[in-house]
């Protein structure tokens, strides 16, 4: 196999060859591991041009473009189409057939319709074809269209000043030429690209392979437009992330975190290798850098202008919390000291770091510290740090910093900002229906780029707002900004954006990616929406910049989901050259900096921090065994789901769940780790975007592992439509694949379908065994995704509890319950209404199943999947063992909330089974965060017993003399007079006098 693609670098360009030779590699080898493509050839060539044609942009009906482009001097290199769908096509000739679609129309549910649910206005999705010309800059491009026609000269299509055509409905922009550097069969992530002065390029990244149940780390390096094969600098194992700082004399230092074993509570330490430019790369040993007992990440490395290298971290020394570390390496003296940079008793995040030439060094974090994400910034001189400064100070959400530093000298500032209390209460409640109220920031929503300078005139900013100066439809949605200066001191902004696409017939969930643009300032207005092709991925992928020539060399992964079906794919590494030859542009005029003008609500939860003190001290001794709460969420979604565009990255979620929420533990819920998987069959494969997904999704719960503090579980959500029901899936230890679903064909009429096998949850309950993992119901009462509790009988082993409460939709305890739908109000959840999916109608079939409290979609800070371990044994295997005992409760609060039963032999806990000769006697211990309502004791569907504490705890007893032989079912439910609730597991008392 051999494949020519063009590379636009130091803005010139070069070709590649790549050729499928596949061997087993080793570090210090070429990089021609597993499945990884051997670069044999590299030739110079003029530099090509890339332009993006657009048609249908804003139009409320579809039309067809068809068409074909030629050029009268120079000729067309590539052509590739952009949002193509359906039969759309490429053709011989420079021609190919395209149309624009309609999204479908969502079809509506009764609950939906309920809420007066409107579809949005039709528009189509605009359709193209990127066109890479080898062309001189007088060449005229003629295109022909089914549409109409149009022509426009090479030279007159610059970046950031897109040319309208056919009287708007089309649109012709410049964008970089990209080249892929990578092939397929293997999943390269985590690019960091640099350069040298004497114009050595240097470019590392991770490249999973399946067969090798690991990622490795390599290394490339580029010169005068030739890249070499790379090289293996760390061997397959478990990596994150990487950074790359040149040395000067073709050498560099490439840093990484590394993980020491996939077994559970392994460290993760930061890493360097020093590579020397040769052919091929000569390579050192890997030297640790950081020395912390707790996992070491968020690596982050610059020059410091003198020789050496800086690299900073995240890490934690007393696995408790993760602090900014900072290391400095010279020639002279090798590694110094590891130094702690950060000062919060709180959790700091993902360092950035940058060095002027006269030797000052920046780092930059953001800070839990009070209460919200703050950018916090230290600066050290000669070897001494001044204070940490909090360079913001509001209640917004201000998070993802990046550092660079213009030719002043003056350190600039980048990052995110989003809504005040992000990651607390947000839940479903139409209308204000339910008795409690809503007023947090989303974990995903309206993320904006923020820009500052420090100057001798304190923190200022651009007068020119760049997302101002974007489109209106681009203002919503923009993060991990990035600030660089090109060669002629011109500023530049590269930032990250959403596109989404409504995929199945009759609506469907709305699928979501991201991609990378950049922005300049061109002397008086921002130049925006310079969009970089296949930057396709995940939301928080980084892309990566680095001074080359009169711009920048950028590196990047893209997982390649196409339009037709946006579903990952391989993971590629992809390079592109950016920038504007001419002199011009400059900096900004600045003006004070303005801190976010926030609309806040009132912080629904005024003693959280002494709730949540409280709940993570709460323990209780059953017959001798002390447990300890523990609380938690089995159903978080991320962007990895297919419909999880609103969700954030899986990273954010863990932010959310260790500092928002302060949960001891939490399991991921994505949609069958990403997309739907094939039907098992003998041949049966994951599909490659699912596998390294799933890869990605079992590190990163071992990247914030805090033994005994804070326990990532790794889970999915196994969605099978009614009555089979939606389940989430979690498992104690990493290695454990996600179970495939049987399918079989079902006749109708002329035509056949596949359907989910009865058999499939069988399937499923045994891989469980075999993992030693388990399963959760939930949203149960709908008639969408929930079910009429087949097969669970007998399987409790395994499917142990029930998510009685969810945060995006609802209670189903039964029809009536508090925050529960009614037939005549199915308004009051999501998902359709089915009566008979209640948690009631589970138990009166004779299922034992607990209860917990889980979140789904949007939903923040309202779900707590609490239960109770051994206090000496806090691992992943004790939670497993609580939920299969059901020493489980659901709340949606930080409430804490234990029952016994107790006889003269022994106690009983909640979630167990017992038979006794006496009648049993309860006791109820609630720890509320505020004033209690009622505490009810509900036997066997009847309400028994009410208390009426009016106070925030409560300890009482209860002993039923009205009780007749056989088997009866009690359970604890507690109401706040603020609305919020909490349930406890059923107790079984078989009763025999």
Request: hydrophobic letters at 35%; charged letters at 25%.
């Amino acid at each position: 196999m051999q494949r020519w693609l063009g590379v636009a670098l130091s803005l010139g360009v070069v070709a590649v060859l790549i050729c499928g030779q596949w061997v087993n590699g080793a570090r210090g080898q070429r990089a021609k591991g597993a499945m990884m493509p051997a670069m044999v050839a590299v030739q110079a060539t003029a530099a090509p041009m890339t332009f993006r044609l657009s048609f249908g942009m804003g139009e409320k009906e579809p039309s067809r473009f068809d068409g074909t482009i030629r050029v009268d001097a120079g000729r067309v290199v590539s052509l590739e189409g952009w949002h193509f769908d359906g039969d759309d096509e490429i053709l011989e000739g420079n021609r190919w057939r395209l149309s624009t679609r309609l999204p479908p129309t969502p079809q509506f549910r009764p609950d939906e319709i309920a809420r007066g649910q409107q579809p949005p206005p039709p528009q189509v999705y605009p359709n193209g074809v990127l066109v890479t010309l080898d062309a001189p800059l007088h060449a005229q491009v003629q295109v022909e269209t089914a549409a109409g026609n149009f022509s426009f000269r090479v030279g007159d299509v610059t970046y950031g000043t897109p040319l309208r055509v056919l009287n708007g409905r089309g649109r012709v922009e410049r964008v970089p030429t990209v080249t892929r550097l990578t092939g397929d069969g293997t999943h390269e992530d985590h690019a960091s690209i640099a350069t040298d002065a004497d114009g050595t390029m240097w470019l590392a990244y991770t490249s999973y392979a399946a067969q090798r149940n690991g990622d490795a780390v390599f290394v490339r390096t580029g010169r005068e437009g030739e890249w070499d094969e790379g090289t293996m600098v760390s061997d397959y194992g478990d990596h994150f992330q990487t950074a790359v700082v040149p040395l000067g004399n073709r050498e560099a230092w490439v840093f990484f975190s590394r993980h020491a074993s996939l077994d559970e509570g392994a460290n993760w330490d930061v890493y360097a290798v020093r590579v020397k430019a040769s052919s091929p790369p000569t390579v050192g040993q890997p030297e640790r850098v950081s020395t912390a007992a707790g996992p070491d990440i968020y690596v982050a490395a610059c020059s410091d202008k003198q020789g050496g290298a800086w690299v900073v971290w995240q890490g934690s020394e007393d696995q408790k919390q993760f602090d900014i570390f900072a290391r400095r390496w010279t020639p002279q003296r090798g590694w110094e000291q590891v130094q702690k940079i950060s000062e919060s008793k709180a959790n700091d995040w993902e360092p950035a770091v940058v060095a002027t030439s006269d030797g000052h060094v920046f780092v930059g974090w953001d800070s839990y510290d009070k209460g919200n994400y703050d950018i916090c910034l230290r600066e050290g001189k000669r070897g001494k740090w001044g204070r940490v400064q909090f360079v913001t100070d509001s209640p917004a959400f201000e998070a993802h910093v990046f550092l660079n530093v213009d030719a002043q000298g003056r350190l600039w500032l980048a990052w995110d900002q989003a809504g005040a209390l992000w990651g607390k209460d947000s839940a479903f409640n139409p209308d204000n229906a339910f008795d409690f109220k809503n007023f947090g920031t989303r974990l995903h929503a309206g993320r904006r780029p923020r820009l500052a300078c420090l100057t001798d005139k304190g923190l200022q900013q651009p007068q020119v707002d760049l997302v101002e100066s974007l489109p209106p439809g681009m203002r919503q949605m923009n993060e991990y900004p990035q600030v660089h200066f090109d060669r002629h001191g011109r500023l530049w902004v590269f930032y990250r954006f959403p596109d989404r696409k409504r995929q199945a017939p009759g609506g469907g969930a709305m699928r979501t990616w991201w991609e990378n643009a950049a922005a300049c300032w061109d002397g008086d207005r921002w130049l925006t929406n310079i969009w970089l092709p296949h930057t396709v991925n995940r939301q928080d992928m980084r892309i990566s910049v680095a001074p080359s020539g009169e711009g920048f060399v950028c590196a990047w992964t893209s997982d390649e989901r196409p339009w037709r079906n946006p579903a990952p794919q391989f993971n590629n590494v992809y390079v592109a050259a950016v920038g504007l030859p001419e002199e011009g542009g400059g900096l900004p005029t600045l003006m004070a900096y303005q801190p976010p003008t926030l609309e806040q609500p009132p912080n629904g939860h005024p003693n959280e921090a002494q709730d949540v003190a409280r709940r993570k001290a709460a323990t209780v001794k059953v017959n001798g065994e002390m447990l300890r709460l523990v609380c938690g969420d089995t159903h978080r979604h991320t962007d990895i789901s297919a419909d999880g565009g609103g969700d954030g990255s899986q990273y954010d979620m863990y932010r959310y769940a260790l500092d928002a929420v302060a949960l001891d533990w939490i399991a991921i819920g994505d949609h069958d780790n990403g997309f739907p998987l094939p039907p098992l069959s003998e041949d049966y494969a994951y599909a490659p975007g699912q596998q390294f997904t799933w890869w990605q999704t079992q590190k990163a719960c071992d990247l914030f592992y805090l033994k005994n503090v804070f326990l990532p579980m790794f889970g999915y959500e196994r969605s099978n439509a009614w009555p089979y029901g939606h389940r989430n899936v979690m498992n104690w230890k990493r290695g454990y694949q996600v179970v495939p679903r049987i399918m079989e064909q079902v006749r109708e009429g002329n035509r056949t379908r596949q359907v989910l096998s009865p058999r499939d949850l069988q399937n499923l309950y045994a891989e469980l065994r075999k993992s030693g993992g388990v399963a959760f119901e939930h949203t149960s009462g709908t008639n969408t995704m929930g079910t009429d509790w087949r097969d669970v009988k007998g399987n409790e082993d395994v499917e142990p509890v029930v998510e009685l409460y969810q945060g995006c939709r609802t209670n189903y305890e039964y029809v009536g319950a508090p925050r529960a739908a009614t037939a005549d109000k199915v308004a009051l959840q999501t998902g359709g209404f089915a009566p008979e999916g209640y948690v009631w109608e589970a138990w009166k079939q004779g299922l034992r199943l607990g209860v917990i409290a889980s979140s789904d979609h949007g939903s923040t800070h309202t779900s707590y999947a609490s239960a109770w371990v051994r206090a000496d044994n806090f691992g992943r295997a004790e939670l497993v063992r609580a939920f299969k005992l059901r020493r489980t409760f659901a709340a949606t609060d930080n409430i804490v909330l234990w029952v016994k039963a107790e006889t003269k032999q022994r106690e009983y806990f909640m979630g167990e089974e017992f038979e006794t000769q006496e009648l049993p006697r309860l006791r109820v211990h609630v720890e509320g965060t505020a004033p209690i309502k009622q505490v009810h004791v509900i036997r066997d569907f009847a309400f028994v017993h009410t208390q009426s504490p009016n106070k925030p705890n409560v300890e009482f007893t209860y002993r039923d003399t009205d009780l007749t032989p056989g088997t009866h079912l009690y359970y604890i439910r507690v109401e706040q007079e603020d609305g919020q609730l909490a349930w406890a597991s059923p107790l079984w008392v078989n009763y025999r006098p």
